[in-house]
């Protein structure tokens, strides 16, 4: 039960994941594909390596604390500030800095995808989040309700997906954010359940690191501003440097406790990486 559960909410984001693709190739063309193709390769990038290595790392404490409430709840509030404070400010820095991004990496060539990379930005940081939680629930064995949120999503998906496709890749990329944003609560408030939480108390645990976030957007346009006629490799390094700089240095100054578990998990992955090479 719970594998064909989880073999169906797989098959069921397979199919929508991919559908947009298949769309754009067919209704807009396969020069607009390819530009969203790249666009979303560079975005996907942090959320599926650092997700999985911390979805890799996290997923024995979740399954080992399934008749611990109290531990689980805590476990998970820590691992979910992690996820945000190790993932977010990259996807937020790679959204902003799209252009130079795109010109460092891929040249002029194929600077028409830099808007596609900031909304696809917007969509990574709802699909980090999104797919942590999916791991966690999978790790209490409720595959069940895995399958009834990727059916409601991406049901959700596939028909904002075809309302977009008349409005370009944009439309497609926009319809995708609206639905994300609309099915977001729901996700969370199904993890809350599990953890014998709330939605105030979910949202409560993470505000010192949107707060953080927020400040780092703030300090990242103003030093956009502040380097716009220098070279944009130098521009997008400085930037990165000056608006994680300062996103550090408040998190020091909050005493935020979550940079210690990170330390750890960098810890044990070197670790483990050193007895395996053994």
């Known amino acids: 039960k719970f594998s064909s ?19 754009i190739g067919k209704y807009i063309g ?137 409005y370009g890749v944009t439309g497609v990329i926009l319809a995708k954010i609206s639905v994300l944003a609309l099915i977001f609560i729901p996700r969370i408030i199904t993890v809350c359940k599990l953890i014998q939480s709330n939605l105030f108390q979910w949202f409560r645990n993470i505000a010192a690191l949107m707060a953080g976030l927020l400040l780092l957007t703030v300090v990242a346009l103003l030093a956009i501003n502040l380097f716009e006629d220098m070279h944009y490799a130098g521009r997008l390094f400085l930037v990165s440097l000056v608006s994680v700089g300062m996103y550090y240095l408040y998190l020091h100054l909050t005493r935020n406790t979550s940079l210690n578990e990170i330390k750890r998990i960098v810890r044990d992955q070197v670790i483990q990486l050193f007895s395996y090479a053994r």
């Not at 559960?5 to 298949?22: C, E, I, P």
């Not at 790392?57 to 709840?73: E, G, I, K, M, Y």
């Open 5 to 23: 559960n989880f073999l169906g909410s797989q098959l069921v984001d397979f199919t929508a994941n991919n559908l947009d693709s298949v769309l």
């Open 30 to 166: 396969k020069r607009d594909l390819g530009l969203f193709g790249r666009a979303s390769a560079l975005v996907t990038v942090p959320v599926t390596s650092l997700g999985y290595v911390l979805n890799r790392t996290l997923f024995p404490w979740f399954s080992a604390l399934q008749n611990n409430v109290d531990d689980l709840r805590f476990r998970y509030n820590q691992s979910l500030k992690i996820l945000i404070l190790t993932i977010m400010p990259i996807l937020v820095l790679v959204g902003l800095q799209a252009e130079d991004l795109v010109l460092l990496l891929f040249g002029i060539r194929w600077i028409a995808i830099a808007p596609y990379v900031t909304l696809l930005a917007v969509i990574g940081c709802f699909q980090c989040i999104n797919s942590f939680n999916d791991s966690f629930v999978i790790s209490q064995g409720r595959s069940d309700i895995l399958l009834i949120v990727s059916i409601l999503e991406k049901s959700l998906l596939v028909a904002g997906v075809i309302i977009g496709i008349r």
